[in-house]
């Protein structure tokens, strides 16, 4: 009885650690298509914004944790960290020129004192 445990065990990890590699893959094949997609797309409109360049780093950070994670089994919490401050950065230069004027001065320091926080946040 205990024999057969042992095997439904090391089945089931089998199984989970090849669920595992193959979302990983799908991850990772899926930031690929995207940076590819947007790539050409900036490409065919002759030049690339602030934005588009802010945006191909984030995918460049998600490929990066995914490839770590690949190699290390552990996924490292700083990326995420990276991924989240430029995104914020991305969304502090492009998207708040865009809100009213009232909110503006308050989303502005919202942001840059998350940006803050979470760089701090790297650091321990």
Known sequence: ???IAKKV???????????HYFALFVIGGTVVWSATYEYFQIMSGGYAKLKD???LFIYLELGAMV????????????FLIYIAITALSRHLVIDVQKVSSEYHLYLLMSISFSIVLLSLAVMI
């Not at 065990?9 to 669920?19: E, I, P, R, S």
């Not at 490839?67 to 700083?78: E, N, S, W």
């Open 1 to 3: 009885m205990i024999n």
């Open 9 to 19: 065990q090391a089945t089931g990890d089998l199984m989970v650690d090849y669920f």
């Open 53 to 55: 360049i802010l945006l």
């Open 67 to 78: 490839g770590i994670y690949f190699k290390t089994h552990r996924l490292p919490v700083q």
